[in-house]
C-alpha cells in the first residue's frame, strides 16, 4: 500500500470555521513532509513544510503539526475562506541512495460553504 | 504563478497520433519532473531529470518518451498511447535532487490528455 494517506477524503466547512486536514506516513525514515493545495484545473501549489526535527510550523493562516510518536500530520486553516475551497495533499520526503523521493498522498478535497 | 509553465493545457488525440507535451521553467532549477494524475489516484512520478541527465523512470511504458535539452525545458513526446493514458501531465521542477529539502517541487498547470 501507499505509505502517505488521508483519513477523510472530503471536508465540508463553513467559512469562518477553523479546517483541520489530517495525514498518516508510515516511513519513519520520512524527514521532510509538504502540504499541497490544488484548485481545480491549476497544479497543486505548495503551502507548507516542516522538517522532522521540528513539531510546529505556521505560515499565513496555515499550521502544519507533526507527530513523529504516531507518524502523523495535520493542516490546520484558520478562518477558512471559500479560496481555500480545494483538494490539498500531503506528501513526504525520503532519502533513497542519493536522491530524495517526494511521495504523495492521494487528497482530501475541502469544501468551504458561504 | 509558480514560474513553471506547460503547454498545451488542453489535448485530444488518436491512438496513432504523434504529439509532444512541454514544460519550461524559470525558477533556476535544476531537476524536473513529469508527473502523471488520474482520478481518484496519487500523483504518480514518471520520470526525473536532474542537471539534464534523466535520473529515474518509474517503469513507465515506451510510448511516453521523455526529452530534457536543458535545465529549463522538459518534453514528454507521446506515440500510439492508449485511452486509459488520459490524465493530467503535471510537470514540476526543484532546485536539485541531491540536498535536503531541495526537493520541494513547484508544479505547472498540467496538460489534460485526452486518449480517443
Known amino acids: 500500500g501507499e505509505s502517505v494517506g488521508l483519513h477523510l477524503p472530503t471536508l465540508s466547512v463553513q467559512e469562518g470555521d477553523n479546517s483541520i486536514i489530517n495525514c498518516a506516513y508510515s516511513?519513519?525514515?520520512?524527514?521532510?513532509f509538504i502540504w499541497y493545495k490544488q484548485e481545480s484545473g491549476k497544479g497543486p501549489q505548495f503551502i507548507i513544510d516542516i522538517r522532522s526535527n521540528m513539531d510546529k510550523r505556521q505560515g499565513q493562516r496555515v499550521t502544519v503539526l507533526l507527530n513523529k510518536t504516531v507518524k502523523h500530520l495535520s493542516l490546520q486553516i484558520a478562518a477558512t475562506q471559500p479560496g481555500d475551497s480545494a483538494v490539498y495533499f500531503c506528501a513526504e520526503n525520503v532519502l533513497g541512495g542519493s536522491n530524495y523521493k517526494l511521495t504523495f498522498g492521494k487528497g482530501t478535497l475541502l469544501t468551504v460553504n458561504p | 504563478e509558480t514560474g513553471v509553465t506547460q503547454t498545451p493545457r488542453h489535448l485530444v488525440m488518436g491512438m496513432t497520433n504523434k504529439k509532444s507535451l512541454k514544460c519550461e521553467q524559470h525558477l533556476g532549477h535544476n531537476a524536473m519532473y513529469w508527473y502523471k494524475q488520474s482520478a481518484k489516484k496519487p500523483l504518480e512520478l514518471m520520470f526525473v531529470y536532474n542537471f539534464k541527465e534523466q535520473t529515474e523512470n518509474n517503469s513507465v511504458p515506451s510510448r511516453f518518451s521523455p526529452e530534457c535539452p536543458n535545465s529549463s525545458h522538459l518534453f514528454l513526446h507521446l506515440h500510439t498511447l492508449q485511452p486509459e493514458d488520459s490524465a493530467l501531465y503535471l510537470c514540476?521542477?526543484?532546485?536539485?535532487?541531491?540536498?535536503?529539502?531541495?526537493?520541494?517541487?513547484?508544479f505547472g498547470p498540467g496538460t489534460r490528455l485526452t486518449v480517443l
Open positions: 516511513n519513519s525514515a520520512s524527514d521532510y
Open positions: 514540476a521542477s526543484s532546485q536539485d535532487r541531491r540536498g535536503f529539502g531541495a526537493d520541494t517541487q513547484y
